[in-house]
């Protein structure tokens, strides 16, 4: 694509940027915690998200899959794999920051999985717009 000088970017190329930011974002997440690539995703339509299939259970709930999930509203959060078309269960949401460095959010997940756990799923504050969102996902370093 080629940009003219002056020119205002469409919300194309801003959703491109955060769908890139986004997905390097989730890659260096994942390999804080241990999780091979191809049990993450992440898209950008509507709302922004990750997804990624945790490998480790909870003492308390050894029979049932875990994940990690992230999205533009409530940040990172661990859930109990949904069975069928239920709602996932939230096990734990980390609060205060919509995009924390990986290594925070690995030490999320140990302590979520060690048996810690630090309350239910409410919005973080102040929602960045996606530009803003997108250039913070790209400076964030473990």
Do not use: N
Request: glycine residues 8%.
């Amino acid at each position: 694509m080629l940009s003219t000088p002056g020119a205002k970017p469409t919300a194309g190329s801003g959703t491109h940027r955060l769908e890139t930011a986004l997905a390097a974002y989730a890659r260096q997440v994942a390999e804080a915690i241990g999780v091979p690539a191809d049990a993450v995703t992440s898209e950008v339509t509507d709302t922004a998200t990750v997804y990624i299939g945790l490998t480790a259970r909870t003492a308390d709930l050894p029979r049932r899959d875990l994940m990690l999930v992230w999205d533009e509203r409530f940040g990172w959060y661990v859930a109990i794999e949904p069975r069928g078309d239920d709602r996932p269960p939230v096990i734990c949401h980390l609060r205060d920051r919509i995009a924390p460095p990986p290594a925070a959010v690995a030490q999320f997940v140990t302590d979520v999985l060690g048996g810690h756990r630090r309350g239910r799923l409410s919005p973080v504050p102040a929602q960045l717009d996606r530009a803003t969102l997108a250039a913070h996902m790209t400076e964030i370093r473990s």
